[in-house]
């Protein structure tokens, strides 16, 4: 009976000392699992951290304690796959959420052009839609016009490696908006054998 | 006797368990009593931190003085009750009483916060008033054209209907008159209705309307010209995360020898430019951007 | 009364799950706040106080992007607002809605100035971040 006990008590200590070096080996994945399939990718309950847990936030100040956790406000919010994992637009059109579009007015309704701009691209990747709608929902015409996008066709240069940078889309796609790491969401128009003067699709 | 020494081994062994719970509950015990201590030194540099703000947001700052020389004794007033609370929360500080200290620091700040905007700075006020009247003005000029630009390519009478040019042009001109005689609040808000005037109309001609920006060039040099331009981007960004550790040492001579391969092309391509022959340089340009986007997917770019 | 065993296997619980915490806090946090998170800290460490966070999502809930980069004249760009307390008071920026009748006054210091100290100026999580380091100053 006692060599049971030790032998408890053995695989209990080993058991331990093993589990904490897996942990502060893998301190950059979030399971213990040095197998685990993704494992660098983080699982839904690890992301939206609170502000005490983000590391952004200083954890030991009294301010990150009283602020409001992501999650909660965002549990009720449709999901979407990258940035706050929030489908903003989609809150918007569901009027889950109801944001002013004058600072004291609460009623008061933005100028929506429902334009949709076609830009083909080189290569084999789809043209990119760009649809004013969903943008002038939310913006004005002068956050973009003329400072960002000259409002004129042929008149804006704009790459992959450009939006990355931060320029042109990537003013807010990468930064508050979605990031650019879904493809289809931009490029979303197959090309056509031939293309005509205007395509009929949106 | 087996009985009596199985009994004292009991007590002893039920001792040590004792004794080990007892240390486990210490140690807990004293890593939850540091935090509160963290805490109190917190609130100590918070209040200070508060209580210097106040002293100069009511004695030295550019809101007080307006204030002092306005001539509004109301104002006047709140501004010495708000030295008043200054003076409070010290004492409380000093005193170690950080709880009173702060409520007194809150009143002096909302009643700053209420009195201080009645007392703008006029000339701040009024440069900004101008130039958000020119901004506006521009940005109605900007869409008036365009508006005019897309009746003239649709071709279809009703376009012109959506824009009433004559209210437009009145709004305009009493917004203009009013910014001549310095009415600057009316200017801006008769420009701001011509805005959303013009704005509507520009979203009603081209509403459901499809653009499509086709990626032709005027010229081959023109295409040239443009894919020079990509590439420089390219080399722009990944030129920026060079800087960043790649994933491996083996990516990391990959990414090198891929921007390498870059390098040659682009003077591949200007050799061909020079001959003349601008089609077999646009490709070749296209490759070595191609090179750069795989390097950049390597060193943990995604699209 | 708990058998010898069964005191062993409980501790044994306790003292990993101890281990556990200490871990948790010992270890360095990689910093995951929420998208679109800015850091501000222009003025702040010279000050003396955290730098602020300015959280997007929870403003994007009440607010469109036009009433604050149109309508109040915030710049698309992290630092590049010269923003200070006597403005904030005087009504400009942060100040045109948190003057205590929109939202919550300037006497709540701790709500915005709740960065970790020395936490350069940064839109946190963006994809400039994440590729590469930022330029020395203000950071996209």
Request: glycine residues 4%; charged residues 25%.
């Amino acid at each position: 009976m006692t060599i049971l006990r030790n032998l408890i008590t053995s695989t209990g200590a080993v058991v331990i000392v093993f589990m904490l070096a897996l942990l502060l080996v893998n301190k950059e994945s979030h399971s213990a699992d040095p197998n685990q399939f993704n494992r660098l990718l983080a699982p839904p309950s690890k992301r939206n951290p609170p502000p005490t847990l983000d590391g952004i936030h200083d954890a030991d100040g009294p301010g990150a304690a009283m602020l409001q956790t992501p999650k909660s406000a965002f549990d009720i919010l449709p999901k979407s796959k990258s940035g706050n994992y929030v489908d903003w637009v989609k809150a918007l059109d569901e009027k889950k959420i109801a944001p002013r579009y004058d600072r004291n007015d609460v009623d008061a309704q933005p100028i929506v052009m429902d334009l949709n701009i076609v830009r083909e691209v080189k290569g084999s990747m789809p043209n990119v839609v760009y649809p004013h709608k969903q943008h002038t929902e939310w913006l004005d015409c002068s956050n973009c016009h003329p400072a960002i996008f000259i409002p004129q066709k042929g008149a804006n240069n704009i790459s992959m490696a450009s939006i990355l940078l931060g320029e042109a889309c990537g003013v807010c796609h990468g930064k508050v908006a979605f990031p650019v790491s879904e493809c289809r969401r931009c490029h979303s128009q197959p090309k056509k054998k031939s293309t005509g003067a205007k395509a009929a699709a949106k | 006797m087996e009985k009596k020494n199985g009994k004292n081994i009991a007590r002893k062994r039920n001792f040590r368990v004792s004794i080990a719970w007892a240390l486990l509950l210490t140690v807990t015990l004293l890593s939850g009593w540091s935090v509160p201590a963290l805490a109190e030194s917190d609130k100590a540099t918070s209040i200070y931190n508060k209580v210097k703000f106040l002293d100069w947001l009511v004695h030295s700052s550019p809101a007080a003085k307006r204030i002092e020389v306005s001539g509004d004794e109301e104002a006047k007033q709140q501004l010495m009750r708000a030295k008043d609370m200054w003076e409070q929360a010290v004492e409380h500080s000093e005193k170690e009483e950080y709880e009173l200290a702060e409520v007194h620091i809150d009143t002096g700040l909302k009643l700053m916060t209420k009195v201080s905007r009645k007392f703008k700075d006029q000339e701040k006020e009024r440069h900004a008033r101008i130039e958000l009247y020119k901004q506006v003005k521009g940005h109605v000029e900007m869409f008036v054209t365009a508006f005019d630009r897309i009746a003239e390519e649709e071709g279809k009478d009703h376009i012109h209907t959506m824009l009433d040019r004559d209210e437009l042009d009145s709004l305009m001109s009493s917004a203009q008159s009013n910014f001549d005689d310095g009415d600057l609040v009316m200017a801006n808000h008769l420009m701001r209705q011509a805005a959303d005037m013009v704005d509507s109309a520009l979203s009603d001609a081209r509403h459901e309307d499809v653009l499509l920006h086709e990626l032709s060039f005027e010229s081959l040099q023109e295409e040239y010209q443009y894919e020079i331009d990509r590439n420089d981007s390219y080399v722009k960004l990944i030129d920026l995360m060079q800087e960043k550790t790649v994933p491996s040492q083996a990516s990391a001579s990959y990414v090198a020898r891929l921007i390498e391969q870059n390098a040659e092309l682009r003077k591949e391509a200007d050799a061909l430019a020079e001959k003349g022959d601008y089609e077999k340089s646009i490709k070749v340009l296209e490759k070595g951007t191609d090179k750069l986007s795989r390097a950049l997917r390597v060193s943990g770019a995604q699209f | 009364m708990r058998t010898y065993d069964e005191n062993v296997v409980l501790a044994i619980v306790l003292l990993f799950c101890m281990m556990l915490v200490a871990v948790d806090l010992l270890t360095a946090r990689d910093a995951h706040a929420e998208y679109g998170d800015v850091v501000i800290n222009n003025y702040s460490d010279d000050a003396g106080m955290r730098p602020v966070v300015f959280p997007h999502w929870f403003h994007r809930v009440r607010f469109r992007c036009k009433v604050c980069h149109a309508d109040l004249g915030f710049k698309f760009e992290a630092g590049g607002n010269e923003i200070n307390m006597l403005k904030i008071i005087d009504g400009e920026y942060c100040g045109a809605c948190h003057d205590g009748d929109i939202a919550w006054s300037v006497e709540n210091c701790d709500l915005c100035h709740s960065g970790s100290p020395g936490t350069p100026t940064q839109v946190h999580e963006s994809t400039l971040q994440k590729l590469a380091k930022p330029a020395a100053g203000k950071a996209e």
